[in-house]
């Protein structure tokens, strides 16, 4: 069964920064296209962020993402990374870590296509 792990959420104020970590025991997150999603309170789950498969680590950002959150991998640590700075009370919400064993581009766009998830981590943003 695999099995994806989030960390790295807690409290932040405005302005603040986080950085989500998502790690896998057994499967080489290397080998798969890895997503960020979130729910915040009252709505529906959104893509955040993608990174497809470490031949090309193509990233892709959600709109609302672009230019503060930053994706990456460590395939040594088999851990993806979500850097958000410049927080926003709107960024409130609990993050879902994603992957699936092929490419896919933008996969922020079409959660239906990951296979793996992870339980979700919460992120709040509060003064």
């Known amino acids: 069964q695999a099995q994806l792990v989030e960390s790295g959420g807690g409290l932040v104020q405005p302005g603040g920064s986080l950085e989500l970590s998502c790690s896998s025991a057994?499967?080489?997150?290397?080998?798969?296209?890895v997503g960020w999603f979130r729910q915040a309170p009252g709505k529906e789950r959104e893509g955040v962020s993608c990174?497809?498969?470490?031949?090309?680590?193509?990233?892709t950002y959600a709109k609302f993402a672009e230019g503060r959150f930053f994706i990456s991998r460590d395939n040594f640590k088999n851990t993806v990374f979500l850097q958000m700075n410049n927080l926003k009370p709107e960024d409130t919400g609990v993050y879902y870590c994603?992957?699936?064993?092929?490419?896919?581009?933008?996969?922020?766009?079409?959660?239906?296509?990951?296979?793996?998830w992870g339980k979700g981590i919460s992120v709040t943003v509060s003064s």
């Open positions: 994603a992957a699936v064993r092929r490419d896919v581009n933008s996969c922020e766009t079409s959660e239906h296509s990951m296979d793996y």
């Open positions: 057994p499967f080489r997150l290397d080998l798969h296209t």
């Open positions: 990174i497809t498969r470490y031949e090309t680590s193509i990233t």
